[in-house]
């Protein structure tokens, strides 16, 4: 792969990346509830979705899937009901105790791992990372349009395919974990109180549900 073609495959990642999807809100939602640095078991689990649709792509289950309208359907109901069910799920998660204002260091510190503790392990955050991106039929036709861009089939396909799937996964790691998931931990000051998390709660609940929805109805 040329230098140039790279750098176009770069800037494509990039504002791929940065296009808000379920997979924004999920590492948002993470950096909200388990804070920062958990937040990116959650982004794992989505890049190792993108890879899974990568090689399904590159092994030419891609075209099959995007000519099988039963298939599509399938995928496509099954990733927008999962997205409904975490909005609800989040939209009826109950308030952690919050941290006193007047409390000390060391007793605000003993509460926040306190709530570490009791917050979502780093596995079921992967594995739902996982499966926000994975059931997103759309996803696989869009790489299947999007790679054929940036490999030559001239030349050796293994090499290729390595080079445009780390670009992607590099890339998407640097925007999910250094633009959403520190754009969130911005607000988590917000969930210092039962009404603050009650409100982001609903916001990320209600948005889970609306791009499941989407997903359902746009075609």
Request: proline share 5%; glycine share 10%; with cysteine.
């Amino acid at each position: 792969m040329t230098l140039s073609l790279w750098a176009t495959l770069l800037a494509a990642c990039f504002v791929i990346s940065f296009t808000p999807g379920a997979g924004a809100i999920n590492t948002m939602g993470n950096s909200l509830n388990a804070g920062f640095r958990r937040s990116i078991w959650g982004i794992i689990g989505q890049q190792a979705a993108l890879i899974v649709h990568i090689l399904i792509v590159a092994a030419g289950l891609g075209v099959l899937v995007a000519g099988s309208p039963v298939a599509f359907e399938v995928i496509r109901y099954a990733g927008a009901a999962y997205l409904v069910y975490l909005g609800i799920r989040q939209l009826l998660a109950k308030p952690q105790p919050p941290v006193d204002e007047g409390e000390d260091e060391s007793t605000a510190d003993a509460a926040g791992r306190a709530r570490n503790a009791r917050a979502e392990s780093r596995w079921s955050m992967f594995r739902r990372g996982l499966w926000v991106n994975l059931l997103n039929p759309k996803a696989i036709v869009f790489f299947l349009a999007f790679l054929p861009q940036f490999i030559r089939p001239e030349l050796p396909l293994l090499p290729q395919y390595l080079v445009v799937g780390l670009t992607v996964v590099v890339v998407d790691v640097i925007v999910m974990w250094g633009f959403f998931a520190v754009a969130a931990h911005s607000l988590r000051r917000f969930t210092r109180s039962v009404r603050g998390q009650r409100t982001l709660n609903g916001v990320f609940g209600v948005l889970f549900i609306i791009v499941g929805v989407l997903l359902a109805v746009v075609h």
